[in-house]
């Protein structure tokens, strides 16, 4: 499954990317070879006998003749002059590119990492009243997207590496606290303290075996907003699990279930979402708590029940219909279960509650919030070393020989995320996003889902900084409190970067055939995204 994602991706980005060039080039969007006539301000022509830099104004109107895409506003910049011999011609750089038109920010990309927009310019006449005519003429620019997917698998390898590199500090440290707290049997107390759960959803794991331990901090870490935590707790988990594993390099239904489960992303308090919304200036920012847990609580009911429907199909052959005989009371159950989650929507009365909170006036909720994200981390390694002391564990001896697994981990996976985060990169620099945004939006519109959102929908399984950044867009345009702002907080909260942690936690113990794993988690981000519109849209 992941080959297919894999390939998907990336011939999709790269195609995307030519076609894109060649109708730009057919289109001359860019207007290669022709001049730009507009005027600058300048006293006299003296002041260009060096580089200087002078105010460039232009007028929508003009720009929008010139251009086939068009802006609602007028251009007002600093332009650099560098003059030759004659002091009436030479080169100009515009370096203020966020101030840009988009045509012209990528144009200014294909000069890499300067972002400059260059060309050269010609004085016609002598400046009057200030003004002086100057025609300019931008550097051709061709195969800008093709370049951008050039660019990108540079740059998204670089930042797998990074992101590898800095996850060992932190698998040293939690690896080794979970060392501590597997040599005292705190791992095993755990997992029998929740055996009635762990034998349903996973059969095939011994209810005393580390792996439920592991996992269940996972979860535990997941639900409290602790991504730095869940990660290590969930690799150990994969560690475990693979240690049960009777075919090496393959998914087990356990694995793929697990994986099912984080994809979901079932958080109590979606921190982050909850601090851009406060950054985006809005009242209310945490009454996104209750739609977020509705939309991951369907998410992961969703991923659990596909996880253990489809391992049914992965193995030997059977068909729907045997599989709905012989499995009468798991899709009874399950069906009620979502049916009943959609109906009545237990996060509805939490989502009324919040709201009904001032929360300018009244900080005593955003208090507790934050100091439950503070004192979580302190608590947990408190308790696990004491812990390790009362039965009588060498904590420091058995931390370091966890944390030396840590680093080994995450040096480990470093070839998966630099695999994965590369076509994920391609996909996005090609144009292939916006594509499939065009493709989808005549369906997701018949459901009434805002097409301001898709991008942060589609964007969310592939990339959590690329979601994130679509996120506050949107909040910045549409305001945080509107319904495009808490529907797309509400996406943040409710779904998970699932290819991210399919890279991640299988490339951890080298599972190489994922089975069903991605098309649950899919699924799970289906769910989430649904349900999170059915929520915002009864509640908003």
Known sequence: MLNYIWLFLISLGILSALLIDIKDSTDDKYRNGQSFKTEIFIDNTEL????????????????????????????????QLIPSDNKRSGKFILKAIEKLPPIWGAMASANGEKNELTGTWLIEKNPTNRKANINLSFDDVSFLKTKGVTKALFDYAEIAVN?????????????????????????????????????????????????????????????????NAATPFGIKAMEELDKLNPEKGTATNAMCTFLAINTAGLTLIPATAIAIRASAGSSN??????????????????????????????????????????????????SFAILLLLTFGFSGLLTSIVNSIDFNSNGIFKTAIEFISVITIPI??????????????????????????GFQVAIKIIPYLVAMLVAIGIFRAGGALEFTIE????????????????????MRPLSGSGSLGIMTEIMSVHGADSFIGVLASTIMGSTETTL????????????????????????????????????????F
């Open 285 to 334: 920012p945490a009454i996104i708590i209750g739609t977020s847990f509705f939309g991951a609580l369907c998410a992961t009911i969703t991923g659990i029940v596909a996880a253990k429907i489809l391992e049914k199909f992965t193995g030997e052959k059977l068909s729907i219909k045997e599989f709905i005989v012989n499995n009468k009371r798991l899709v009874i159950s399950s």
């Open 380 to 405: 947990v390694v408190l308790v696990f070393v004491i812990y390790g002391i009362i039965k009588k564990v060498k904590i420091y001896e058995e931390f370091v020989e966890g944390a030396k697994e």
């Open 163 to 227: 992101i590898a590199l800095g996850l060992i500090g932190i698998m040293a440290l939690w690896l080794g606290i979970m060392k501590i707290a597997e040599s005292a049997g705190l791992i095993n107390l755990i997992a029998k303290s929740v055996k009635p759960i762990t034998k349903i959803i996973f059969p095939e794991v011994p209810s005393d075996h580390p792996a439920i331990g592991a996992m269940m901090m996972n979860i535990s870490a997941n639900m409290l907003g602790l991504g």
């Open 500 to 539: 991210y942690v399919l890279a991640v936690y299988f490339g951890a113990v080298n599972i190489k055939r994922i089975r069903h794993a991605a098309a649950a988690g899919l699924l799970a981000d289906v769910a989430g995204i649904l349900a999170a519109l059915f929520i915002v849209k009864m509640l």
């Open 439 to 458: 493709l989808i939006n005549p369906i997701t519109s018949l459901i009434g889902f805002p097409a301001e959102v898709l991008p942060m929908a589609l």
């Open 48 to 79: 260009l006998d060096e580089t200087t830099e002078v105010p460039l104004k232009i007028e929508k109107e003009r720009f929008n003749e010139f251009y086939s895409e068009k802006i609602s506003y007028d251009i007002d910049v600093l332009i």
